[in-house]
Every structure is written in structure tokens, then in C-alpha cells.
């Protein structure tokens, strides 16, 4: 076992603050990682406060992580002493079910295990990139392909696979027109992807002044999505709508504006229900509504490969270990642009002191 330094809350209304516990000593699959970066996801915020109903405390959020490997056990094959690794949403899996068995370990029928707060079908509490040092299992760890501005790679992690997997699912690329919904962690991240794969990308945002970000980000076009005559002129018209809010809206105005047998799939969580949607806004155009969940292991790796291969990371504000609370009420208000990640050299620091 190693002591390990961290920030935890120990209840639904308490602040983050300093926590040790032990990580297990690496077994002769686990891959040992000293984190360097973590990412800050909404999901962390929704977990420590107890939106979801189903936090177990004390708990570490933390599941964007970059660092190096400081050790590895004796069956690792992929990974080495001084290797850069990352590590996502998940640190295990069932392995034997249909999803795992396709490499969709994110729909593991008998619960994937987060990276903090444990299986999601209950069982004991994991702790996450809040903390100095994280073990993985090998079949979990992914390789970093990025040489530099690793800061801004660890929200490839979360943010990038949400939104990298159901543009790649419904096989968005050239020749499609792909609105995406929201422009903030997620959102930012979709624009820029949906960008790479060549599709024509179509922001919609209620906020007039995010246009300029918009375009610089990837988007070809801006729709302010509280004008009504802006949405008009996108009625019928798009393939795909990835939909990134985070927070209870009216579906139907973008279920219009997909073309027959268009998709809108949903990516944000919100902590309570959407409207119900017009039923007849699908039977009309056979439209669907999805939703996704990540992404497996392997498409992840994909996603960081492909990010790499075009350059892609994550727009971010570099945050102290100490500064965590203040963060969480100012992603509350938007006031981020696009993710804080938590230099955990501050964490570091503040062990030794």
C-alpha cells in the first residue's frame, strides 16, 4: 500500500479538502501513474454534491488524468517506467459480457467501475485524479500520444470521448451537416471535432457573443438559438445534432431542424429530466433521439490518436489544487472557458509542505 495525498469531500454539503488514504500496492497487471494533470468535469461537481444520488463518501473526484508511469507489474506489456499514460472514466469492467466482449466496456451489462465512486451497480468506493498517484489495470491505461501541452490533453479524456463517440458512431464526416448544442466543455470539444471529420458544423448557442469562439473553434456557421427567424433558416436541414447541455431545455426546437432520419443525440446529464418531446416532431421525418455514454477503451485510444493526428486538445484554464472550490462555483456560472485542470504539482506541494 502508498500513501497517498488528495482532495476529498466528506459530504454532500462540505468543500474539498486535504484527504490521505492508500492506493494498492501494483499487482502484476497494474500500471502505477504519478499525475500530473487532472482535468475538472461537471460530472466531478454533480458527484461531490450529490446530484445523481449516488455518491459515496469521502469522495475524490478526478477522472481526466495525464501523468508517468512510475511503476509497472510484471504482466504489463504496453507501458514502462518513465512512459507517459492517461487515464479516463473507467478502471475496470466485468470483461465478459456482450459490450465488454466488443469493446464497449462503457455499457458493461454488469457495470463498469469508475474512476472515483465505484461500481456503478454499487460496491466499494474508488478515489480518483484529485490525488498524487493513481494503479490501473494495463487493459485500462492509455497511451499519450501528445508530446506537449499535456494540461490540455487531460480533458481529452472525459470531454473528448463524450462527444468523439457518437460523432463517430453515426459516422459524421464529409458531406454532413452536423449541429452540435452548447458551447462549453463539451460543446467546444464537438465543434472541434466534427470540424476535423470534415463535416460542416453548425453551433447553436443562446449566447450572442460566443459567435467569434464559435468560428475559431471549428464552427462554419452560428445560430443563436433563442432567435427564432436563426433557427428557421436550419429547419430540415441537418444530418446529426449532438446536443451537449448539461441542464433541463425543450428538445423540439433542434428535433426540427434534422433532416429525414436524423439523429439527436444527447451527451450532457442534467440533475433532473428534460420536456418531453412532441412525438410528432419524430413520426414526421422518422427522426431519433439517442443518447451515449463515453466510450470503450479501444475507441477512446482512437480519439486520443485522432486528436493528436490533428492537433486537437481541449481550450483550458491551468487551476492550483487550492483554488478547486472556487472553480466549482464558477464552471456554476459558466465562467470558464472551456475546462479548468488542476496543476497537481500544487498538490504535490502542499503534501511536502
Not at 458512431?169 to 471535432?193: D, E, F, Q, Y
Not at 412532441?278 to 477512446?300: D, Q, Y
Not at 493528436?308 to 481550450?315: G, T
Amino acid at each position: 500500500m502508498s500513501k497517498t495525498y488528495s482532495y476529498a469531500a466528506q459530504s454532500a454539503s462540505d468543500s474539498l479538502k486535504p484527504y490521505r488514504f492508500e492506493r494498492r500496492t501494483p499487482g502484476a497487471d497494474d500500471v502505477q501513474i504519478d499525475i500530473l494533470y487532472c482535468g475538472v468535469c461537471h460530472s466531478d461537481l454533480h458527484t461531490v454534491r450529490n446530484e445523481w444520488h449516488n455518491t459515496l463518501y469521502p469522495s475524490v473526484p478526478g477522472h481526466e488524468i495525464v501523468g508517468k508511469v512510475t511503476a509497472v507489474g510484471a504482466n504489463v506489456k504496453n507501458f514502462k517506467v518513465g512512459d507517459l499514460a492517461g487515464v479516463g472514466c473507467m478502471v475496470d469492467s466485468c470483461q465478459h459480457c456482450a459490450s465488454c466482449a466488443e469493446g464497449e466496456e462503457q455499457y458493461c451489462e454488469n457495470g463498469f467501475t469508475g474512476t472515483y465512486n465505484g461500481p456503478v451497480f454499487g460496491g466499494e468506493n474508488t478515489f480518483g485524479g484529485y490525488s498524487d498517484s493513481i494503479v490501473v489495470k494495463e487493459k485500462f491505461v492509455l497511451r499519450i500520444p501528445h508530446k506537449d501541452n499535456l494540461a490540455a490533453v487531460a480533458p481529452l479524456l472525459c470531454a473528448g470521448i463524450t462527444t468523439y463517440s457518437p460523432l463517430n458512431h453515426w459516422k459524421v464526416g464529409p458531406g454532413k451537416k452536423v449541429g452540435v448544442v452548447g458551447l462549453g466543455g463539451l460543446g467546444h470539444m464537438a465543434v472541434k471535432i466534427a470540424h476535423a471529420m470534415g463535416a460542416h458544423v453548425v453551433l447553436f448557442t443562446t449566447s450572442p457573443n460566443k459567435r467569434e469562439d464559435g468560428l475559431r473553434l471549428g464552427a462554419d456557421e452560428v445560430i443563436v438559438s433563442k432567435d427564432a427567424e436563426q433557427m428557421a433558416t436550419q429547419a430540415n436541414q441537418l444530418d446529426f445534432i449532438l446536443n451537449t447541455v448539461a441542464a433541463p431545455h425543450n428538445l423540439d426546437p433542434f428535433l426540427a431542424l434534422l433532416k429525414r432520419d436524423g439523429t439527436m443525440t444527447l451527451v450532457g446529464a442534467p440533475d433532473s429530466p428534460h420536456p418531453s418531446p412532441t412525438v410528432f416532431n419524430l413520426i414526421f421525418k422518422r427522426r431519433s433521439l439517442a443518447g451515449s455514454l463515453i466510450g470503450g477503451i479501444e475507441e477512446t485510444q482512437e480519439m486520443l490518436d485522432f486528436c493528436a493526428k490533428h492537433n486537437i486538445v481541449s481550450d483550458i484554464e491551468i487551476i492550483a489544487m487550492q483554488d478547486i472550490n472556487q472553480a466549482y462555483e464558477r464552471m456554476l456560472k459558466g465562467d470558464v472557458k472551456y475546462r479548468f485542470v488542476i496543476d497537481m504539482a500544487t498538490l504535490k506541494q502542499e503534501a511536502a509542505a
